[in-house]
């Protein structure tokens, strides 16, 4: 009975000593989010192509590194204001360092397994996107009344 609760104690910690990258980093990273002008809209898609936010700039929310077994995440921040031409800004993930620590402690579960399986062998590449959005040059159409119009504009109305 005592070497029975051993192993089952042994194998539950090296579950839990064997994924230095999930412990340590975990699996979710803040995206801030800003533009100028502030306000603009803002929708974040994964890879995929599933829309995982929509709001307003500036925007805060958490995203996960990883997008399947050994697979970083990717996401497309679209970035919408009126009279401002629209931006997309992609955010990627890069190499967890964290994630060797699994040699250190001789954590093959957390190599091959855990930190894969989670994402958390990845994290964020930049947690900012900090952009400034350029005026459109496409004309705006604006329908005004005849009578709000100014009279020096009248002068060059043309009948059809």
Excluded: H
């Excluded at 412990?23 to 192509?49: C, D, F, M, W």
């Excluded at 997309?88 to 093959?108: D, R």
């Excluded at 959005?133 to 504009?153: G, H, N, V, W």
């Amino acid at each position: 009975p005592i070497t029975m609760r051993i192993c089952i104690f042994l194998i539950i910690s090296s579950f839990f000593l064997s994924s230095c990258a999930t412990i340590i980093s975990g699996n979710t990273y803040p995206l801030s989010i800003r533009t100028e002008p502030a306000g603009a809209t803002v929708t974040v898609t994964n890879k995929k192509g599933k829309e995982i936010f929509t709001g307003k700039s500036p925007a805060k929310l958490k995203v996960k590194s990883g997008a399947g077994y050994f697979t970083k995440a990717q996401y497309f921040v679209k970035l919408n204001a009126p009279g401002y031409a629209e931006k997309i800004v992609t955010v990627n993930f890069k190499f967890n360092g964290w994630y060797v620590g699994n040699l250190a402690i001789g954590g093959a579960l957390g190599m091959i397994v855990i930190d894969p399986l989670t994402g958390a062998m990845w994290r964020i590449a930049d947690p900012v996107v900090d952009e400034k959005l350029e005026q459109s040059l496409e004309p705006i159409l604006k329908i005004i009344s005849i009578a709000d119009m100014p009279e020096d504009m009248k002068s060059r109305l043309v009948k059809l």
